[in-house]
């Protein structure tokens, strides 16, 4: 197997089936450092399962997965984050009962702390550095007036823009995006868009999962096109747009 | 090897009478998906439908014999069970049997009981988190023993078995043993038997009826069968209720092996909870299962030769296996995936 | 000095709290509670709630198997009396220690599951503590007769400095000994020391990341926590706790019995925590004190009393009143408890800070209608 130089995350070989579905067959990937990968694919293609193998949370039938030459495959969620992948889920997995600040500052504890520290006796309001590096954070997605409010009380669009604040505090080394603009407004699918495209120049990798091509047309450095568990293209934006293979598994008859 | 046999025999009606609360247990966490901590007083509340009706059949008419006098002189008071003042000596017949006659009174009084609770509280408890449904259910299950406590008192009221049920069956001699070798007393066969009676009842009753399939189908899917347009929430309250009756019935029929008391409900929940646990949570035949296991178990640990080995352990053998299969396969033994995981 | 740092509203409620504390021998008296048998349980069940609460309001973990810390604790307490010193403060560090060592084995099992398993395991640990304490463990809790202080004790540490004397000797602290108002005071001060803590824990980060726990354990755990060893060590402080309020019970009363292991008690602690308001400081405190003083008063009515009550009434209505009222006292008080339980449940699911929020919400609201009316009448 041939690694080009920068890649940082490797999918390497990987099949999963279920109960005789081959649900992900000979699926290799490679993201490159500090690019944004893009896989598209219809739904039922196997995107989820394909990020579910990624995060370690399915086991795949074989292959392994291996990010910045470690191998992911059996790891628990909290070490692969301690390694430097955070994620965004497909819905806004946030801290409800906890205020917007306290939202940013908890996973800022886990980047300074680790995966676990007691600190009990120096109260939470006297981490003032902490609590700065959450404004800021909070301030890049715009939501710096909001940090007083209830988690729980945010429209989806601000659940999701404060879940891209709590993984964009850790300075992650590899972003996951599950389909971070589905089931949302035009109004929040737009801002989002803008708030991926404001943070695209930063040095961190991107996997964009996405079932819209169009979401991703303008944010992906490098697109798969995944459909029946198969990569079936891959390539520059442009080059995928224009493959006829897609336009028939995926675009078919769309414009 | 007798020794064995005798032992599996003794844990035979105990897992019976688990089987039967677990069952209900499961049923409306499958249907309603409602924990429900104040199963074990409906079993409570069962046995004291038989109390109820003994002490209702023998309530005492009291007359005067002017015939004879008490060594004090005065007329002699005759005490004469109502049942037999009316009925004769079919009155007798019937105060001997009371113990299976107020299976009567139990089917409808707890399926009244059941559509009550059902309607009065559990409904609002169905979108509300498990742990709000714990502590509800907790709390009623208080209230309802309290009130038995309220109503007879806090100390158990043995209830006689009938007479042709007294002594022991020599199981052994059937089975071409030495006679004597292995008995096991007559009402304890009658109540594994009654138990096999209402689980297979209640598991045709599952298979082969409408309703029965309904309530299948919605333990599986609950949304799909709503859309169907299929009333589920009035089946499923009647299926409150039969898991109302069913814990009663084997409240019940238990009285001649354990003498109710007000807190009998606390001890049996407790237990059928690792019951369901280690069957499986939300699997019917699981529940089953486990609850013989567990009674059968229980009747080895109790065995002198291993309380010896290991003293105190059937004292505890069941909530250890609890903790075990809880930890090795959290599952249970039938259970479905990801049931109450969150 | 970082330890004893709190925010400034925090060292308000303290300052607050600790006067309420230590003048409640002045304030209880109109209730006619200010005795010190019952202001003792008033303090050390408010100790036992405010730590389930740790677990319980913070994280989220219901635990049905509290009540076996709280008797580990009185044993404890009542052999370190029997072997050691009738010194309460070795009794009380022992018995916080050895519930602490109790906590993290029953913890460090049980939080391998969540939810309704987890309170299946922590009821089944505590059925089983219990089973035992009546059976084979016998030689070390005396099981029924529960354990009691003996003449022939070997009390090794007091031997060394006093003459056995006859007559039981009783729980003493740098050799003063604590009988009544000085119990009192005892569990008082270590009820403060307790809630200075629990403010601690919900003051601090870890505070924040126990009620993350509870917030959402998937995104803490995808947040690069760690959340079972979180969430044992707010059971092992949940546990202490308990332990100290047993151990207090012991010093207070030097006796321990396998009753006080009982799941029924370990629902009691649950009771007050809901009653008073989950998650909250001061409502855990509030529950336990509302529910010990309203046993003493219920539990002490009888049908006399209550005939006594009622007598303004027309006598057919007033033997009808006091058969119905007197299932509820008396013998009936657990009744009472449990209606009470069903009804904070049903409608109350946040206790009584959660009614005292809505209300002075209300008030507000009130308040701001008027004001918006007034200034836009103004405005025409």
């Known amino acids: 197997m041939q690694y080009s130089n920068n890649t940082v995350l490797h999918v390497a070989d990987v099949h999963k089936r279920f109960a005789g579905l081959h649900a992900l067959a000979d699926i290799d990937l490679e993201v490159e450092e500090g690019k944004t990968h893009a896989i598209i694919g219809p739904n039922g293609a196997g995107k989820s399962t394909l990020l579910n193998v990624i995060v370690g949370r399915l086991a795949p039938s074989s292959g392994a997965v291996v990010f910045d030459g470690q191998v992911l495959t059996g790891k628990k969620p909290h070490e692969i984050n301690q390694m430097g992948v955070a994620r965004v889920f497909q819905t806004p997995e946030i801290f409800p009962d906890l205020s917007v600040l306290q ?43 909001r940090r007083h409010l209830h988690a729980a009380s945010l429209s989806r669009g601000d659940k999701r823009r404060l879940e891209l604040a709590m993984c964009l505090i850790q300075k992650p080394r590899l972003l996951l995006l599950d389909e971070p603009t589905a089931g949302m407004s035009r109004h929040d699918t737009n801002t989002t868009i803008e708030l991926l495209k404001k943070i695209k120049s930063r040095g961190m990798t991107k996997v964009i999962i996405e079932h819209d091509m169009h979401v991703v047309f303008s944010l992906a450095d490098k697109i798969s096109v995944l459909a029946g568990g198969r990569i079936i293209a891959e390539g520059a934006p442009d080059a995928v747009r224009g493959d006829p293979r897609v336009q028939e598994a995926y675009l078919g008859g769309a414009h | 090897m007798e020794a064995i046999f005798a032992q599996l025999l003794n844990g035979l009606d105990k897992g019976g009478a688990y089987a039967l609360i677990a069952l209900g247990l499961t049923l409306v966490f499958g249907t309603l998906g409602v924990v429900n901590f104040a199963h074990g007083a409906l079993f409570m509340l069962g046995a004291f439908c038989a109390v109820a009706f003994r002490e209702l059949i023998t309530y005492e008419i009291v007359t005067t014999d002017p015939e004879q006098l008490s060594p004090w002189g005065s007329p002699l008071e005759i005490r004469t069970p109502i049942a037999q003042q009316y009925l004769g000596d079919w009155g007798a017949v019937i105060i001997d049997y009371s113990v299976p006659l107020s299976i009567l009174l139990a089917i409808p009084v707890m399926l009244i009981i059941g559509i009550v609770m059902e309607r009065g509280l559990i409904k609002h408890f169905y979108n509300r988190p498990h742990a709000e449904q714990i502590l509800v259910t907790f709390g009623l299950a208080i209230v309802l023993q309290e009130l038995v406590k309220t109503f007879f008192g806090p100390n158990p009221i043995p209830q006689p078995m009938p007479s042709t049920f007294r002594g022991a069956a020599d199981v052994g001699s059937w089975l071409g043993l030495t006679p004597g070798a292995v008995t096991y007393p007559w009402w304890r066969l009658v109540y594994f038997l009654f138990s096999i009676g209402i689980l297979s009842a209640v598991f045709a009753f599952l298979r082969f009826t409408t309703f029965g399939m309904v309530v299948r189908a919605g333990m599986a899917d609950r949304e799909t069968v709503r859309l169907l347009g299929i009333d589920i929430d ?46 499986g949570m939300g699997s019917l035949p699981g529940a089953v299962a486990a609850g013989f296991l567990l009674g059968i178990l229980q009747s080895f640990a109790s065995m002198t030769a291993i309380k010896n080995l290991i003293p105190g352990i059937d004292q505890i053998i069941i909530y250890l296996l609890a903790v075990v299969i809880l930890l090795v396969r959290p599952r249970g033994l039938m259970g479905r995936r990801g049931v109450m995981e969150s | 000095m970082n330890v004893l740092r709190l925010p400034r509203q925090d060292v308000i409620l303290f300052a607050v709290f600790a006067i309420v504390v230590l003048t409640m021998p002045i304030w209880l008296t109109p209730f006619g509670a200010a005795y010190p048998g019952l202001m003792q349980k008033f303090a050390i069940f408010a100790i036992f709630a405010v730590g389930f609460n740790i677990l319980f309001g913070l994280t989220g973990y219901l635990s049905f198997g509290h009540a076996a810390f709280l008797g580990v604790g009185s044993y ?87 003459e056995r004397t006859a007559g039981l000797p009783s729980p003493s602290i740098f050799g003063q000994p604590l009988g009544g108002i000085g119990g009192f005071y005892l569990c008082a001060v270590l009820l403060l020391v307790a809630f200075f803590i629990a403010q601690k824990v919900f003051a601090s980060p870890f505070g924040m990341m126990l009620r993350a726990i509870k917030s959402n354990q998937t995104r803490m755990s995808y947040t690069g926590f760690n959340t079972r060893p979180y969430a044992l060590t707010a059971f092992v402080i ?75 009434l027309p006598d057919g209505v007033e033997d009808i009143v006091v058969a119905v009222t007197s299932k509820f006292v008396g013998e009936g008080w657990h009744l009472t408890l449990g209606l009470v339980f069903v009804l904070i449940v049903v409608f109350l699911p946040g206790g009584i800070m959660e009614g005292v929020r809505r209300i002075r919400s209300a008030v507000a609201n009130r308040r701001d209608n008027r004001r918006t009316r007034f200034s836009t009448s103004a405005a025409e």
Request: proline share 4%; aromatic share 12%; no cysteine.
């Open chain 1, 103 to 145: 939202n940013v500052m908890t996973p800022a504890f886990a980047k300074r702390d680790g995966a676990f520290r007691i600190r009990m006796l120096n109260p939470l309001a006297n981490e003032a550095a902490l609590r700065e590096e959450a404004e800021e954070a909070l301030a890049d997605v715009g939501m710096i007036e």
């Open chain 2, 234 to 279: 009035r089946r499923f309250t009647l299926m409150f209720g039969l898991a109302a009756v069913v814990a009663g019935l084997a409240g019940v029929m238990y009285t001649p092996l354990l003498p109710p008391n007000y807190h009998l409900g606390m001890e049996f929940l407790v237990l059928s909870f690792v019951v369901v646990v280690v069957g």
């Open chain 3, 76 to 162: 404890t307490a009542v052999w370190s009396f029997k072997l050691f010193t009738m010194d309460a403060i070795p009794a009380l560090i022992f018995a916080v220690l050895m519930s602490g060592v109790f906590a993290l084995g029953i913890g460090f099992v049980s939080l391998r599951r969540s939810g309704i398993y987890f309170a299946i395991l922590t009821l089944a640990f505590a059925q089983m503590s219990y089973n035992l304490a009546y059976s084979v463990l016998t030689p070390i809790t005396n099981g029924e007769t529960a354990l009691q202080l003996t003449n022939n004790d070997p009390r090794v540490i007091d031997m060394m400095f006093m």
């Open chain 3, 238 to 312: 949940s546990g202490m706790y308990a332990g100290l309020a047993g151990g207090l019970l012991a010093v207070t009363d030097p006796l321990a019995g396998a009753e006080r292991m009982e799941w029924t008690a370990s629902g009691e602690v649950v009771l007050m925590t809901i009653l008073g308001g989950v998650g909250t400081l001061v409502g855990p405190v509030i529950g336990a004190w509302l529910i010990k003083y309203l046993e003493n008063i219920f539990s002490a009515f009888n049908e006399g009393m209550l005939h006594a009550t009622f007598s303004w």
